[in-house]
């Protein structure tokens, strides 16, 4: 399977998740699974950039650069979606959480878990490839997320309470998914840098 059909399975994959979740968070009153919705939203912007710069690469032949603009607008978009979620996060945290509806959470998250592993095995081997490691990145990240918004609502479900756990869940994945970003903007910037490099005087 060729680079442009497997992103555009990936990128399938995560538009009908971003809905799922939009619809399941906003219905069980779950910040984390609307943090994973927002994830979602920026993997899927992100894919289709590197779709975009894989299509300009094939035409003009600077495979190079593209991919990593396409990196760097990836995973800027994570970072903003990350702080957006780890602003509502804190504030459930300080004014109180609604109630959480623990099954839906659940059964949403393990599926969203199920779809990211299977996302990161359609994308195979991306070693070398910024554009492609950033895809890998947020799929990766996706899956662990749902895991962990999954064990919550899990909690949550057996406990008939510790709502607050919901929003504890959804500030950790951001933190965490905001370190890696930040990392992966870091290679992509010091990869432009050695792509332009220094004007040579004549």
Known sequence: MTRERRLGLVLAINLVLLLALVAVGLLAHSVAVLAS??????????????LVALRMSARRGSAGRANSYAALANSGLLLAATVAVAAEALHRLI?????????????VSLI????MISCAMILGDVEGDLSME???????????????????????LITGGTYWLDSLVALVIAVIVAYHAIRLIGRVRTELGRTHGPATPR
């Open 112 to 115: 969203a878990a199920a779809a």
């Open 37 to 50: 919705g927002a994830d979602y939203l920026g993997d899927a912007l992100g894919t289709a950039l590197s």
């Open 95 to 107: 004014s109180g959480t609604p109630s959480i509806h623990g099954l839906q959470v659940l059964i």
């Open 134 to 156: 950033s895809v890998m990145l947020d799929t990766v990240a996706d899956a662990a997320a749902a895991i962990g918004v999954a064990i919550a609502g899990a909690v949550i």
